[in-house]
């Protein structure tokens, strides 16, 4: 295949990324975020199961490969989705997609606590131009007669952005765990499929406690056309968009891969744009921008 080939992917897994948000924005906000999370994981943990029984390899995990894994899951996805979509029940699509970008300085800063990796100076002027972006999109994001419910906060912003780092957080963390269980060809598919099984188990026994304090009350019933958002969402997000992420990453350079990526907030905005009809603001263009640059920057 052609490098073409490669980057197409690679800004297609973006592209997927930033679409699913949007899909997710309206759920999240009638579900609260633990249970969006938890109903959206029931279709990902079986589409990724029965992806890798049919094209996987289920025998290359071994102890290790499922202990590493069961971790990411529960860090990763259990916690960390829950966060995310918790922030996007309160902050909308725009500023959360923004946030979640802190996920590449945690992941770097990570590294070089745990494995003694010492930050290049790229790296520290894309962490700070992360965290700068990141502020930018936050503090001068909106503007004047935007109206769109996507822009109203619910509740208190600083309790929204925390979710939002904290969703960025087990990102980093789950991604690090993650890491090593791919070190001896264990097949991709298995992988996000145990992933995907270990963070649904841990949702469902952590329903109560999750749901109980999101505040948000539970549906008399969930029709077939919010069921039908829901596994929208999962397929483009988790399975279009793992499947772009496999694809690039089998025929092109890792780094590059991850800069085509990171472009997944700037590629956002217009699609925000086109849904809401209200242009975004100045500042978070600018914070999106200088988030993918940032990012680009770290993982060069």
Do not use: C
Not at 50 to 77: H, K, N, P, Q, Y
Not at 124 to 145: D, E, H, K, Q
């Amino acid at each position: 295949m052609t490098s073409l080939s490669f980057e197409a992917a690679a800004l297609g897994a973006a592209l997927m990324w930033a679409f699913g948000g949007l899909i997710a924005a309206g759920p999240s906000i009638a579900l609260g975020g633990p249970r969006f999370t938890r109903l959206r994981m029931y279709w990902v943990a079986f589409a990724l199961a029965a992806i890798a029984t049919f094209i996987g390899d289920w025998s290359t995990l071994g102890t290790r490969e499922l202990l590493l894994l069961a971790g990411s899951g529960m860090v990763g996805l259990a916690l960390g989705d829950v966060a995310l979509f918790t922030a996007f029940s309160r902050l909308g699509p725009r500023r959360t997609g923004i946030l979640f970008a802190a996920n590449a300085p945690m992941a770097a800063a990570l590294s070089a606590a745990i494995f003694g990796e010492r930050f290049s100076l790229p790296a520290l002027i894309g962490s700070g131009l992360v965290m700068l972006g990141v502020t930018l999109a936050i503090a001068f994001g909106n503007r004047p007669g935007q109206t769109h419910h996507w822009e109203e906060v619910r509740g208190n912003l600083w309790v929204g952005v925390g979710f939002g780092l904290l969703a960025a957080a087990g990102q980093a963390v789950g991604v690090l765990l993650a890491d090593p269980a791919f070190e001896n060809g264990l097949d991709p598919w298995a992988g996000a499929a145990v992933r995907a099984i270990v963070g649904l188990a841990a949702l469902i026994a952590l329903r109560g406690y999750f749901e109980k304090r999101a505040r948000v009350p539970r549906p008399a019933r969930i029709g077939w056309k919010l069921w039908g958002i829901i596994i929208i969402s999962g397929t483009i997000a988790m399975v279009f968009g793992k499947t772009l992420v496999l694809i690039a990453l089998s025929n092109g350079d890792p780094g590059i891969v991850s800069v085509l990526i990171s472009t997944a907030p700037a590629l956002q905005l217009p699609l925000i744009w086109a849904v809401t009809k209200e242009r975004p603001a100045a500042g978070a263009w600018a914070g999106a921008l200088l988030a993918s640059v940032g990012t680009a920057m770290i993982v060069v």
